[in-house]
Nanobody, 127 residues
Framework: QVQLVESGGGLVQAGGSLRLLCAASGRTFSSYPMGWVRQTPGKEREFVAA????????????DYADSVKGRFTISRDNAKNTVYLQMNSLKPEGTAVYYC????????????????WGRGTQVTVSS
């Protein structure tokens, strides 16, 4: 079992920054590819970013949705069982609930590739 708890969301003006955190339980956290996915009401979940683990095929790899490249950075601290999403130059269209997700199988840049989810944290970007 993997439990994920997000924090760090809030209200920010366009152009501002937020850092999301995802605290994960589980002794094998370091071996899980992790990701962030966001969702707005009435829309499907949208992949935001993913980070592999230091070993295995993904080898520390990171991927980003085109809409956030150059502005968002995903990282992980395996010693703290934590994944981060640094979000800079936020835009109003970034308003969504952001979910942390873990894959106990393969690295994925699609929401369907993750099998454990947190409850989400709301990010609201005002114009």
């Amino acid at each position: 079992q993997v439990q994920l708890v997000e924090s760090g969301g809030g209200l920010v003006q366009a152009g501002g920054s937020l850092r999301l955190l995802c605290a994960a339980s589980g002794r094998t956290f370091s071996s899980y590819p992790m990701g962030w996915v966001r969702q707005t009401p009435g829309k499907e979940r949208e992949f935001v970013a993913a980070v592999g683990w230091s070993g295995g095929r993904s080898g520390g790899r990171t991927d980003y949705a085109d809409s956030v490249k150059g502005r968002f950075t995903i990282s992980r601290d395996n010693a703290k069982n934590t994944v981060y999403l640094q979000m800079n130059s936020l835009k109003p269209e970034g308003t969504a609930v952001y979910y942390c997700a873990a894959s106990t199988s393969a690295y994925s840049s699609m929401p369907e590739g993750y099998n454990y989810w947190g409850r989400g944290t709301q990010v609201t970007v005002s114009s």
